[in-house]
């Protein structure tokens, strides 16, 4: 259906030429990094929060749903407007606005690129915390909404851990402001963490307060290969059960291993069944005790070799092919599943076992890698979308694998959220009451339901 002419005319009065409504425009937001497409009826590019905040009690007045877009990263559908409506592109709110180095805070824009805001945390000896892959093209914003994290959240937390107070605007069209920039604070209930992760569904983001920590003065990295996944995973549990905390501690099963080794050009031995790449930080004083702690617990049955980085371009090579492995996943198969399951550390070796032998009855490779410092594994399940037969192989696979997940007292996802991809086995994952509390959260935050409808939350 069209856009009502009166909010038409009322939303191109309110933005300008920050109001898109040719198809070629409107295409561009059409979907995201999940391959799902729907055109929405217009795009909006606000670049103030009074614009924010008149858009969304326009589209309430007409019952149009609005759909909050960082820049399109996200894997699970959550910025694709299945049901029409407006797309609100936060691209042109790009703004640093506050970095108080005293306060170990930044105030931005959700339109603020989390590399840019890292570049100009630098000089200061800051960071913010949450890295995901698509840093260098993702929104804070973006990284809000989905609960972004990365290699990092193992020691530093993931974005709701890292964010101190929130302005958005309801789906009732109230601006609200929640948490305070302040370190400490026990006034009421915490809304702020509630936003995050919470995929556009309750309120758009318009401003954020950031818990930024200090730059670590120095960093030791370690690669260990073991014979096999099984033994790998094992190590992962001893590693979290010892008093050092790694800064970063990373999973590569053996199809990884070899994608990284022949696409990323990382110098891995073709022979290694499994890799953990460890990472820790701190005083250049003290980190060789830590070293030696972790390389402690890294040893055991199955370890082949451990060793150091040799250098920082060593370090920085390892990691950049980490990092290309989600893309370089392209070059085995046409079609991927890429879910990102979390389960405590202690039960790795069951689910990297569990997810090895669904490979194996449904014919399917799967390749796993990902942050195993906290549980959170990306199982990427590879078919040819072509082929009828793997392609229902790869989505009974993948409900095996939730289930295999659940099972060990985990969870849907670590930090990609649930979106379209993930909602119809929220019930699975969460508890009836607990549904029900949500939904009536939603009621209370989003009255008519027009904020991203249809994502997270089941019918």
């Not at 059409?30 to 924010?52: F, I, W």
């Not at 209930?189 to 954020?208: C, F, H, K, M, N």
């Not at 960093?219 to 800064?247: C, E, G, K, N, W």
């Not at 040893?299 to 060793?307: K, N, R, S």
Request: hydrophobic share 45%; glycine share 10%; net charge negative.
């Amino acid at each position: 259906m069209p856009l009502p002419a009166p909010l038409h005319r009322e939303l191109a009065g309110l933005l300008g030429d920050g109001w898109l409504t040719d198809a070629s425009e409107r295409l561009t937001y059409a979907y995201d990094n999940s391959r799902r497409e729907v055109l929405p009826d217009a795009v909006a590019l606000p670049t103030t929060s009074e614009q924010v905040l008149g858009l969304v009690r326009a589209c309430r007045a007409h019952r149009v749903p609005v759909v909050a877009r960082g820049r399109g990263t996200n894997t699970t559908g959550a910025s694709v407007p299945v049901d029409g409506g407006v797309v609100v592109s936060f691209e042109r709110m790009n703004r640093i606005l506050e970095v108080r180095p005293g306060d170990r805070c930044a105030v931005v824009q959700p339109g603020v690129l989390n590399g840019d805001l890292q570049a100009a945390l630098k000089p200061h000896g800051l960071f913010w915390p949450p890295d995901p892959t698509s840093a260098m093209f993702s929104t804070i914003g973006g990284n809000l909404a989905c609960n972004a994290g990365g290699p990092r959240a193992v020691k530093y937390g993931a974005s709701r851990d890292n964010v101190l107070a929130l302005t958005a605007v309801t789906g009732a069209g109230e601006l609200i402001v929640c948490g305070t920039a302040t370190t400490k604070g026990s006034t009421g209930y915490d809304l702020q963490r509630l936003l995050v992760g919470s995929e556009g569904t309750l309120a758009l983001i318009v401003e954020a307060s950031l818990r930024l920590s200090p730059a670590p003065p120095a960093r030791r990295a370690l690669r260990a290969i073991y014979r096999d996944v099984s033994t790998a995973a094992q190590a992962v549990a001893r590693l979290m059960a010892q008093p050092v905390t790694p800064s970063m501690l990373e999973f590569m099963d053996a199809h990884a291993v070899r994608l990284a080794r022949d696409v990323g050009g990382a110098d891995l031995p073709a022979d290694a069944g499994a890799l953990l790449m460890i990472e820790t930080d701190g005083d250049a004083d003290t980190l060789p005790h830590d070293v030696e702690a972790l390389m402690r617990a890294a040893e055991g049955d199955g370890l082949v070799a451990l060793d150091d980085a040799a250098d920082e371009a060593a370090r920085e090579r390892l990691w950049a092919a980490r990092k290309a492995l989600s893309p370089a996943l392209r070059t085995l198969a046409p079609g991927k599943i890429n879910e990102d399951v979390v389960v405590p550390v202690s039960r790795i070796p069951q689910l990297v076992d569990g997810v090895q032998a669904l490979a194996r009855e449904f014919e399917l490779p799967i390749v796993c890698f990902g942050h195993a410092g906290n549980g959170n594994l990306h199982v990427n399940l590879l078919f040819d979308p072509s082929d009828a037969s793997q392609a229902a192989r790869a989505w009974a696979a993948l409900a095996r694998v939730f289930s295999l997940t659940i099972g060990l007292g985990g969870t849907l996802s670590g930090e990609h959220g649930i979106g379209l991809a993930k909602r119809d086995f929220m019930p699975q994952a969460v508890t009836a009451p607990t549904l029900s509390l949500m939904r009536q959260l939603k009621q209370v935050f989003d009255p008519d339901s027009i904020l991203n409808p249809g994502k997270l939350l089941p019918p």
